[in-house]
């Protein structure tokens, strides 16, 4: 079957191609993208899947807050990333055609904790779905407001990628963009392309572009992957290095050698969504 369902768990397969894809319930998490044979998408070794905490690496959903809210905005008291990556998602619908295998997953407001509801008490409805072709996986978040009010949203497209060496990647296509450095707690505009020598957490707002490369050497022969974003205009460039890493309980001492987040989303501002509204914004992973 090209899309099965288990437990926890969404398992989509390209037969054709062989191509496959994992997507937990559990925030709606895809964990795994292989193509071509070969896992593309970083999943920790201390990653806690049992749905008690958010899943340390795949594609977490951040929704409706970016980071930790600011009073006075009603996301102050929400979690870090918000509820969507921490809620139990349902798998909705699936098909497949002759290129592709598509798999729906949802979320809305009656399935959310009565903690996060009272945090942020509005109607929503949103729709993941996750389109596996032979070479390309496209995930794309539609956010509906279903109540009588307007709310602000951010969201973010959380991705891990898995990559051969850190210290050699290089994330192409953001020369020239204004970018906020949470590290160093800066603004700066970023001259050439964006490399990985310690600890980086960056907020790259507003990007004209609409591919972004991540190159994992000095040049296209290396490999890597390209990500095509779409209604989405921030880019965030994230790795904790090693002091951060030995800090998380559900990070392995070296894995942050062999990852990069390269978050594609709306984090800059808010976005505001009005009363019967609806927003999409969608990513497509290739491979160079
Ligand atoms: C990134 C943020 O998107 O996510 C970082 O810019 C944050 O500041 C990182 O540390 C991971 O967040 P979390 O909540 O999954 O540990």
């Known amino acids: 079957m090209p899309v099965s369902q288990h437990s926890d768990k969404t398992i989509l397969t390209h037969p ?17 993208w292989k193509v071509k044979g070969e896992e593309r998408i970083f999943l920790s070794e201390k990653a806690v899947l049992d749905g008690s905490k958010a899943i340390r690496g795949g594609i977490p959903l951040v929704f409706p807050v970016f980071g930790k809210g600011k009073a006075p905005h009603v996301t102050a008291s929400l979690p870090q990333h918000g509820f969507a990556r921490i809620s139990r998602w349902k798998l909705v619908n699936s098909h497949e055609d002759s290129n592709s295998v598509v798999a729906e997953f949802g979320l809305d407001h009656s399935m959310i904790s009565e903690e996060h509801r009272a945090m942020w008490p509005f109607d929503f409805s949103l729709v993941y779905t996750v389109k596996l072709s032979a070479e390309t996986i496209e995930t794309q978040l539609r956010v509906h407001n279903i109540g009588n009010q307007a709310f602000d949203f951010n969201t ?53 572009a609409t591919n972004i490369e991540i190159q994992f ?18 880019i965030v460039v994230w790795n904790p290095w090693a002091e951060k890493a030995a800090g998380m309980a559900d990070f392995g001492n070296e894995e942050f050698h062999r990852m990069i987040c390269v978050e594609a989303g709306q984090v800059a501002e808010f976005l505001a969504l009005a009363a019967g509204d609806s927003w999409q914004g969608s990513q497509i992973l290739s491979l160079l």
């Open 156 to 208: 973010l497209l959380h991705t891990y990628f898995l990559i051969p060496d850190a210290t050699k990647v290089r994330v192409i296509g953001l020369s020239g963009v204004d970018y906020t450095d949470k590290v160093l707690q800066t603004t700066a505009r970023q001259e050439g392309d964006a490399v990985i020598r310690g600890e980086v957490d960056s907020v790259y707002a507003n990007l004209a």
């Open 16 to 32: 054709a191609s062989g191509a496959g894809a994992e997507v937990y319930l559990f925030g709606a998490t895809l964990t795994s």
């Open 217 to 234: 050497g000095d040049n296209r022969a290396a490999g890597g992957v390209q990500l095509h974003k779409n209604g989405l205009k921030d």
